[in-house]
């Protein structure tokens, strides 16, 4: 199976900081990557997919880039609804697995 | 508009059974994978596995291959993840989601709002 990583596990932002998350696979993984915001007692959402596509009603502050293994989340200003945990997903192969997350809380 | 919704919240005993739902609406049900995916009390997201309502195939992750049973009904729209003997450690919000197409390559577009599945004797 292949590994996710992700660094930091969490970080302290204020609003309108840029954050930057990033997400490694122990092999390539081409650009099939995904990744996904959860906030407290809600379902994930998806905010990005194949690394760098953003998915449909997500703001544009999201953007996502990175190939092969190692892949990045940025959030370029960074607003109070977005302090939440950030999960990426590879599904360039089976089983298509998550990373371990990374939470966004407020400094 | 897609939605996904899920059965409510259930409270077991260890050694019973267990079948929890997920009725999909909004799109061509038969046209896109259905996967499941636990999230233990504090943890990350965990992919279980997957069905393709159009002919019921599945696949299950290693981890779980052996240990729950995914099925559909698409006359019914919905899929269903199901225990023969629940452990305490299946203690866990479960979710249903819809993949953006028929294989594992595609991201998880839709979520239900999960079931919480609690067992404690």
């Known amino acids: 199976d292949i590994q996710m990583t992700q660094s930091p596990s969490s970080v302290s932002a204020s609003v309108g900081d840029r954050v930057t998350i990033t997400c490694r696979a122990s092999q390539d993984i081409i650009s099939w990557l995904a990744w996904y915001q959860q906030k407290p007692g809600k379902a994930p959402k998806l905010l990005i997919y194949?690394?760098?596509s953003l998915q449909s009603g997500v703001p544009s502050r999201f953007s996502g880039s990175g190939s092969g293994t190692d892949f990045t989340l940025t959030i370029s200003s960074l607003q109070p609804e977005d302090f939440a945990t950030y999960y990426c997903?590879?599904?360039?192969?089976?089983?298509?697995?998550f990373g371990p997350g990374t939470k966004v809380d407020i400094k | 508009e897609v939605q996904l919704v899920q059965s409510g919240a259930e409270v077991k005993k260890p050694g019973e059974s267990l079948k929890i739902s997920c009725e999909g609406s909004g799109y061509i049900y038969t046209s896109y994978c259905i996967a499941w995916v636990r999230q233990m009390p504090g943890k990350g997201l965990e992919w279980m596995g997957i069905i393709y309502p159009g002919d019921s195939d599945t696949k299950y992750s290693p981890s779980f291959d052996g240990q729950v049973t995914i099925s559909a009904d698409k006359s019914i729209r919905t899929a269903y993840l199901q225990w023969s003997s629940l452990k305490a450690s299946d203690t866990a919000m479960y979710y249903c989601?819809?993949?953006?197409?028929?294989?594992?390559?595609?991201?998880?577009?839709?979520w239900g709002q999960g079931t919480l599945v609690t067992v404690s004797s």
């Open positions: 997903q590879q599904t360039n192969s089976f089983p298509p697995v």
């Open positions: 989601a819809r993949l953006a197409g028929s294989s594992y390559y595609h991201p998880l577009d839709y």
């Open positions: 194949t690394a760098s």
